[in-house]
């Protein structure tokens, strides 16, 4: 491990790596990286399953076998995601038992094309958990508008969730409001609390990315010096929201009942801008009881010459809210810049899985063939 992943994780931040293939399982460096760089799990979306298909060799018996038995490509994307995501869980498995269940976590996606379909991602999160088959699985559901209380219900049955693709403060308060709602049905519901386990993941680069660009459009000083600067402030914000819910009376309730808090998750970790520090959204993102999930290039770099795990959060909640606020007198409209961003991540996926099932098409069609 390496002195600048082990202050992380002693500053209370747990390392998720943002990638799996089946590559990185069968070579053994997924299992390399827990005592290299102190990764403690795996999150997974279709673009990374799209880009782990790509490369097919490693698929190539999955393939023809799910071929040959005829299976559609619905039924062959559901067999061979989930397969990797178990075996993932099982590598985690140990860390999973020795942190009671907090980290050693795998995440898996409900289908994209379901992010506006409540019921429907309600009973796909429940056949992938069922399929996956391991405590140590999340399972991921968008926090758009139909996925609030599809993650209430998926809470509600006992199965742990990330709930992906925040970007707004708002709706990262309905997120919160979901997973307690989901905690109180699941209590009703004579479920062991403390086996439920939830993280929200907030993403950050794609907020610079977009506000930047509106600053450049308006091209003053003033509005150029606010630069990277937003995407920072909106995550310590989200963290100051996390801090008042875990404070409330309603969460003391479940707390006393086995619950475990639902922790911040920090992700788009990877820096958009060239110009910016490569370890920017980890180094300015340290606080006890969050997950920080990266890209393996940001992980490399943080491993590298990361910082030295002090608190980057708390305390600069005031200067949080005058980035913000500097913003707005700019003429930049907060809701309708997470409002984009939302649908531009639905899309992005759509786009994704949408080649992940043309891909892996065209591979059953010629593993048939051949």
Known sequence: MTSATRALADAGVSIWLDDLSRERLTSGSLAALITSKDVTGVTTNPSIFAAALSQGESYAAQVKELALSGASVDEAVMAITTNDVANACDVFADISRATDGIDGRVSIEVDPRLARDTEATIAQAKELHATVARENVLIKIPATEEGLPAIAEVLGAGISVNVTLIFDLERYRGVINAFMIGLEKARAAGHDLSKIHSVASFFVSRVDAEIDGRLEAIGTDEALALRGKAGLANARLAYQVYEEAVDSERWAALADAGARPQRPLWASTGVKNPDYSDTLYVDGLVAPGTVNTMPEKTLDAVAD???????????????????????????????????????????????????????????LDAAKEA
């Open 305 to 363: 010459h990361g910082a030295d795990g002090a608190n980057t959060i708390e305390g600069k909640y005031a200067a949080s809210d005058e980035v913000l606020d500097a913003l707005s007198k700019l003429g930049i409209d907060y809701d309708d810049v997470v409002s984009q961003l939302e649908t531009e991540g639905v899309d992005k996926f759509d786009v994704a899985w949408a080649e992940l099932l043309q891909n892996l098409q065209a591979s």
